[in-house]
């Protein structure tokens, strides 16, 4: 019997053990960061309607305005990662393009794909502007974590 291969395959599955192991913490550790803002949320919006300070109107209002904003950074984030990936298939086909062959072609796949994605970011995603937020709303809700 040859230790070596078994110390490989030892060794291979305690990584992929310790690797989900990993990746279940960070996941569960994820989940209840959202939870607890949400329910931090919730406390904010319960104790200002307690207090007379909002109503069903303003409620609505903050509600709407935070799923502008929501939309707003996600489609600052597809314009981002469309950049990015955009700028990597156009250094792929610039950088390859002195090598032998025609490797340099592999580029155009990042390329369109990131052409996509910033053209997706432009037209199609959602272009609203979240304006000014609505009164009875307080940022130190989101900071608290």
């Avoid at 709407?64 to 984030?77: A, D, G, I, M």
């Avoid at 997706?120 to 304006?131: D, E, F, M, R, T």
């Amino acid at each position: 019997m040859d230790f070596g291969n078994v110390a490989f395959w030892l060794f291979l599955a305690a990584t992929v053990v310790a690797t989900l192991t990993f990746v279940s913490i960070i996941v569960w550790a994820e989940k209840r960061l959202k939870e607890r803002q949400e329910f931090y949320k919730f406390e904010f919006r319960k104790k200002m309607v307690e207090a007379g300070k909002m109503d069903a109107g303003s409620l609505a209002s903050l509600a709407q305005y935070e799923h502008e904003l929501s939309q707003q950074q996600v489609r600052q984030k597809v314009l981002v990662a469309g950049l990015v990936i955009f700028g990597t298939g156009l250094g792929i086909c610039l950088g390859f393009q002195f090598l032998s062959g025609e490797i340099w072609k592999l580029g155009y796949i990042p390329l369109c794909v990131g052409g996509c994605m910033l053209a997706y970011g432009l037209l199609v995603a959602g272009k609203s502007n979240p304006g000014p937020p609505p009164l009875g709303w307080s940022p130190e809700t989101r900071e608290r974590d």
